[in-house]
Structures are given as structure tokens and as C-alpha cells.
């Protein structure tokens, strides 16, 4: 039986946040941009665009440095709702070609084309189209990696920057490979580098051809990995991050019927603050929420409403949906369930607030992306993120915000899949980022470009 090699695309955004502020306002188009604060302020470069990179301007690096280098450049004040919206866009166009895509970061996802060679072609006429179709609805440049395995692919994609389409095949582990600098590989961090430079490695041929024995003197138990790395074996899979719900919902069923007012409020509360903070795990912030009321006579009721604007904390779902149960007039009758559903979730709407968890969401990955270029010397620099940030340092996570109440009867009811928001973000307790999937922005949230 044939066994097509497995195709990978690593779709990896070029200066995301500076471009969708170029893609929002042409008259940036060009020039050099600087995302990450104000111009005099005391934050640190977020993202830049190409043109400020041609001046040495560079991720992590303080703005008054970045003003010494290009004082020409366009400052500007991170506006992390319209990165989320504009990384929802984009995902939902990765969907229109496989379901296979795990959201990486805020700004790179992973697309397995294995199954879709017959009906759009090879992977590289597949990245060439979603490149177009990239710059067509965003009006943003991305660099696509193609590869049979995770780690070939995010490589080939760092070589296609910006703008390129690359491949890596099983191939060119033991040719192109060999020239290239071991720091190109993802997971050698300065750090690591520095200590290979020691051993006289300094490409990744040196690094496949020494014996194993001498890395292992030196790296022990890393040895292995590094040796992976440097034939661009990866046993790493795509984990396919599932869709955005539509609705996200709680009910409970009461052990005994309820006739209570004050304990219908408190449930209701309860339910809401949990479906809130669903919500916002997912990155999403609602329009419209539902009050479901079932009586003892199993007559069920419902009401909703839909607002202007996006409802992102849990105090104001929980006051839309009270409103929603008095409208109800539910009166001394017998009620045997209740529930609150939040729905109509519109990214492009997502507002920010200064309570929002994205702020921390937006933190972390900053934190963390810093960290993975620049090594743990950089982590006292992103420590300074967060007073130059107001706001960022806000604490409430997402546990904090939930509220206890409810309890053990509740059960969450999610239709069309689960979560997703930050994917990097997925499964990172850093800085209160919770959030098993992460949308948006995987790799946690943040200011990855
Ligand atoms: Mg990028």
C-alpha cells in the first residue's frame, strides 16, 4: 500500500502585530513600525515591522533604544483585541482547508495537507494559495514551511521569512541542513549554543557528525534530544486544536424543585460566572445570552437577548441574564432546572477590558516568547514588561474569577467543540493563562511575530 509522507505546513506570520496595524491603516504601509509602546515611553519592542528590523530594531528590545536606532519609525501602543481578531480571521481560513490545525501562537499554526493532495494539489500549491487567500481577506504577509514532521516544517518556514514558501524533506537532513547554524534549529537557545560553541559546533552537520559520545559528556541526558534536533527528527505530533463553540452554556437540575427567589438568583449567578469564564478561556467574548427555565410541570421557557456590545466579564453576564429571569416572572411557581447559554461570540467585536484576562494572556506569551529567543538572560527584561504596561499586572486569572457557587449538579453543555482561543496558550498556567486550547493564541497569547 502507498504511504504518502506525511505534509506539514507551518504557517508563521511575518511582524504579525505591526503588520495588521499596517493592514488597518495604509498610510503605515512601508514604513518602519514599532508595536509595543509609545514613543518616549519605558516598554519594550512587542513586534516590529520589516522596514524598522533593516534598522536593527528588534522583539524585547527597550523603545528608547528602538527610537535611537530608528527615530523615524511609527510608535505604536499594543491593541491586543485586534491581533485576537484578526488571529480568529485566520484561523477560520486555516479550517476552510484541513480541520487539521493546531493553533501554535497568536501568530502560527500548523496544518497537516497530508489528505488534501487530492483535492487541492501538492503542499506547496496548497501554501501558495493559502498565502494569497492570506493576503486577500487580512491583508497580511505570512511564511509557510513545508515538511514531513513538526520540527522540519517550523524550520523551513524560519528559513522563508518573511514572505516565503520553503521545504524541508527527509532529504535535506544530511544536505542543506549541514551548513546551517545550530541556533536555527528551534530549541537551541543561546545558551545551548554557547556551550556547543565550546565543543568547536557550531553548524548542524558538526552537531550530526560528532560522536555521541562526546555530547553526551558534555549534555548528558540532553544529548539525545540535541542529536534529534539535529537530524530533524521529531516524534511530536499535531495536535489539532478543535474549533470555537458557538454557545457555551450551564444548567443545573435542582435535587428538589425551587420556588425561591434569592435561591434562583444565586444559582443563576453561578451559572453565568462559569459560563462567562468558559467564555473567555476560549478568548471569546459573547453577545447574546439565554436564561433556559424549566418548570415542575417540565413546561421549559426561555429568553434572550442580544447586545450591542460584547459582554466580557462575568458580572455583566451574570446582570444581562438576571434581568433575563425577572422578564421571566417566574413568580412562586416550582422550578425543577435552570440554565444560561452565551452565544453570538464576534471576534472582530472582541473588546478588551482592563480586567480582561487577554491582558494576561498577552503577558505570558510576551514573557514567554522573549524567553524562548533570547534565553533566560532576556527574562530580567521582560520583567520590566510589567511596569511599562498598565494594566498587564492586574492578577485574576481565570480561577480567580470563578466564582464557587455552583456546584456539583452543574453541568456544562458546549455545542460545536470546544474551546479554543489561544492555543499556544493551551495548557499554560503562566500568569494565570488557563485555558486548555487557547486560541488565539497558543504558545500562549501573546506577542509572538
Ligand atoms: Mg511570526
Redesign the pocket.
Given at each position: 500500500m502507498f504511504v504518502p509522507t506525511r505534509a506539514l505546513l507551518h504557517v508563521?506570520?511575518?511582524a504579525?502585530f505591526a503588520a495588521v496595524e499596517q493592514a488597518r491603516r495604509p498610510e503605515l504601509r512601508g514604513l518602519p513600525v514599532v508595536v509595543g509602546g509609545e514613543r518616549g515611553g519605558r516598554g519594550v519592542v512587542s513586534t516590529c515591522s520589516y522596514e524598522a528590523r533593516a534598522f536593527g530594531v528588534r522583539t524585547a528590545m527597550p523603545i528608547g533604544q528602538a527610537e535611537r536606532l530608528c527615530p523615524q519609525a511609527v510608535f505604536l501602543p499594543v491593541d491586543m483585541g485586534a491581533y485576537v481578531a484578526a488571529h480568529h480571521r485566520l484561523v477560520e481560513l486555516f479550517r476552510s482547508v484541513t480541520d487539521l490545525v493546531e493553533v501554535v501562537s497568536i501568530?502560527?499554526a500548523r496544518l497537516d495537507v497530508t489528505g488534501c493532495r487530492l483535492l487541492f494539489g501538492p503542499p506547496r500549491a496548497i501554501a501558495r494559495r493559502l498565502q494569497e487567500q492570506v493576503h486577500d481577506a487580512c491583508g497580511l504577509g505570512c511564511s509557510i514551511g513545508i515538511g514531513p514532521n513538526v520540527l522540519l516544517a517550523k524550520l523551513a518556514a524560519e528559513l522563508a521569512k518573511p514572505g516565503g514558501i520553503g521545504e524541508l524533506a527527509e532529504a535535506d537532513v544530511r544536505g542543506r541542513l549541514r551548513d546551517l547554524p545550530v541556533g536555527e534549529l528551534h530549541g537551541v537557545g543561546p545558551v545551548t549554543q554557547e556551550r556547543l560553541a565550546a565543543l568547536g559546533l557550531t553548524t548542524v552537520g558538526m552537531l550530526q557528525d560528532i560522536p555521541f559520545a562526546v555530547l553526551a559528556a558534555a549534555f548528558g541526558r540532553g544529548a539525545h534530544g540535541l542529536r534529534q534536533l539535529a537530524f530533524g527528527r521529531s516524534v511530536a505530533t499535531l495536535r489539532r486544536t478543535p474549533a470555537a463553540p458557538k454557545s457555551i452554556g450551564h444548567e443545573t437540575t435542582f435535587a428538589e424543585d425551587v420556588n425561591d427567589a434569592e435561591t434562583l438568583r444565586r444559582t443563576l449567578v453561578a451559572l453565568a460566572d462559569r459560563a462567562a469564564a468558559d467564555a473567555r478561556r476560549h478568548g471569546l467574548a459573547p453577545h447574546t445570552v439565554t436564561v433556559k427555565v424549566r418548570f415542575s410541570t417540565f413546561h421549559t421557557v426561555t429568553r434572550r437577548r442580544t447586545f450591542g456590545r460584547p459582554l466580557a466579564t462575568a458580572p455583566a453576564v451574570a446582570a444581562a441574564a438576571l434581568g433575563l429571569l425577572d422578564e421571566l416572572a417566574v413568580g412562586a411557581r416550582w422550578v425543577r432546572l435552570l440554565g444560561v447559554v452565551v452565544s453570538s461570540f464576534r471576534h472582530g467585536a472582541f473588546q478588551l477590558t482592563l480586567d480582561d484576562g487577554w491582558r494576561e494572556v498577552a503577558l505570558a506569551e510576551a514573557v514567554d516568547r522573549v524567553h524562548r529567543r533570547y534565553g533566560s538572560r532576556a527574562l530580567r527584561l521582560a520583567g520590566g514588561l510589567g511596569g511599562s504596561a498598565p494594566g498587564l499586572s492586574g492578577g485574576a486569572g481565570q480561577a480567580g474569577d470563578r466564582g464557587g457557587g455552583a456546584s456539583d449538579g452543574l453541568s456544562a453543555v458546549a455545542s460545536g467543540g470546544a474551546s479554543v482561543i489561544a492555543p499556544a496558550v493551551a495548557g499554560r498556567p503562566v500568569a494565570g493563562f488557563g485555558g486548555g486550547s487557547a486560541g488565539g493564541l497558543a504558545g500562549s497569547p501573546v506577542a509572538?511575530?
Open positions: 508563521d506570520m511575518d504579525f501568530d502560527e509572538r511575530a
